[in-house]
């Protein structure tokens, strides 16, 4: 069902309420504390940072909208896709702007196969894939396939983590039955991995290509490099992302098809009725061929969204009511010209577990932003990112990444 149209007034002096607790909300309060329009930003459950954390359910929107009423919030940001994807919009129900997509919308993340079906029933680029529930099904098809490689993904939300790239057939077989389980047995991600995607394996340099948008304009944020994998040179397992570098730049080309692509998918969501108001975060790979789709985000990434707040000039409060109000197209975002590098500190074991309790040191060099707190309560524990010119960006990794306890927030 498409969302209702209403209009809310950007308050001269807001108080701002975000969703989430992760490096990717403190950032979002850190650039919304800089506006002139926002008087006092508030963060939920909150990571024990610079922001006031209130005691409510975030599973409780009633619970949420009577806190919204009380501290009078005039604008609701949701950082994890997790809410969206259980109808936290669809429940707030306009009584106080939020900034995101309704449930229909958040499909584009919380179903890698709603995802990949709405790609190739719109035209939109992306791999071949094929979707499973049985394991000797997905057995047999990968003894058969002829594909350049194999990807085997998770259908539900996994946390990043809901992806294999397979070094070869047994490999791919491997990663399929774990997640689907064998018999009585559940799969690796419970009902997330219940069906699986396989995905013909693309090569080629990849980004990620955030934007906002109103559900009719999109404003384009830079493009971003974002590593996933675990250790250098590309190995290791999928994580929720262990550093990003950016703005990347790419053939003026390149740039202007990412750019058709993710006003195509606007319109599309358009098509099939979905209104979708807040951030639209495509991964890309560019192989010869021209850019092809990996997957939507359906929300600001993280750790992405720790340099791009960094890199915004621009007055986020006034965007995100933009959003809201379909009036994106009279905003002139604005970038900063500068590079900037986000690096992971991650506990010694993850993303297979974590050392709860383990206390963060001193970082200097660069402004932090918590992932969890100083007692560490998640496997990603900060990320600093330096913000610096051009040629110095180099550096900065190679000393970001030597020498993590000497990194300390601006």
């Not at 394991?135 to 990968?142: G, P, R, S």
């Not at 290791?236 to 703005?247: A, E, F, K, S």
């Amino acid at each position: 069902m498409a969302r209702k149209i209403l209009l809310f007034s950007a308050s001269q002096m807001a108080s701002v309420l975000i969703i989430g607790g992760g490096g990717r909300e403190h950032a979002i309060a850190w650039r919304l504390a800089k506006s002139e329009a926002v008087k006092k930003v508030w963060v939920v459950p909150g990571n024990g940072a610079d922001f006031p954390a209130p005691e409510i359910d975030i599973n409780n929107a009633e619970e949420v909208f009577d806190f919204c009423r009380r501290e009078d919030i005039s604008l609701i940001i949701v950082g994890p896709e997790g809410p969206l994807a259980d109808g936290f919009v669809d429940q707030i129900d306009n009584r106080v702007p939020v900034f995101g997509p309704i449930k229909a919308g958040a499909m584009l993340e919380a179903s890698k196969i709603f995802s990949k079906t709405f790609m190739r029933d719109f035209g939109l680029p992306t791999a071949r894939f094929a979707e499973f529930e049985d394991v000797e099904n997905v057995k047999a098809f990968i003894e058969k396939c002829d594909w350049q490689g194999i990807v085997v993904k998770a259908d539900g939300l996994a946390a990043g983590k809901g992806v294999v790239v397979a070094e070869d057939k047994e490999a791919a077989k491997a990663a399929a039955e774990q997640m689907l389980g064998v018999g009585s047995l559940h799969g690796q991600f419970g009902s997330s991995s219940s069906r699986i995607l396989l995905e013909e394996r693309l090569h080629g340099y990849e980004v990620s290509a955030l934007c906002f948008t109103d559900g009719t304009s999109i404003a384009r944020m830079p493009l971003i490099r974002d590593h996933k994998r675990l250790l250098e040179n590309d190995e290791g397992p999928n994580t929720g992302g262990m550093g990003v570098v950016g703005p990347v730049t790419v053939p003026h080309e390149i740039d202007l098809q990412i750019d058709k692509i993710l006003q195509d998918t606007v319109k599309s969501l358009n098509y099939m009725d979905i209104l979708y108001r807040g951030v639209i975060y495509a991964g890309f790979m560019l192989p010869a061929d021209g850019p092809k789709l990996l997957e939507y985000n359906c929300r600001f990434g993280d750790p992405e969204t720790e340099i791009i707040m960094r890199l915004l000039k621009s007055d986020l409060y006034s965007i995100c009511m933009a959003c809201i109000n379909g009036t994106l197209s009279e905003q002139h975002v604005e970038w900063d010209d500068c590079q900037a590098c986000g690096i992971i500190l991650a506990s010694k074991n993850y993303p297979y577990g974590s050392d709860k309790g383990t206390p963060i040191g001193a970082v200097s060099l660069a402004r932090e932003f918590a992932i969890s707190n100083r007692l560490k309560i998640g496997g990603r524990r900060q990320c600093a990112e330096p913000l610096q010119f051009a040629h110095y960006f180099s550096k900065m990794r190679r000393e970001a990444v030597a020498k993590p306890d000497h990194l300390l927030p601006l």
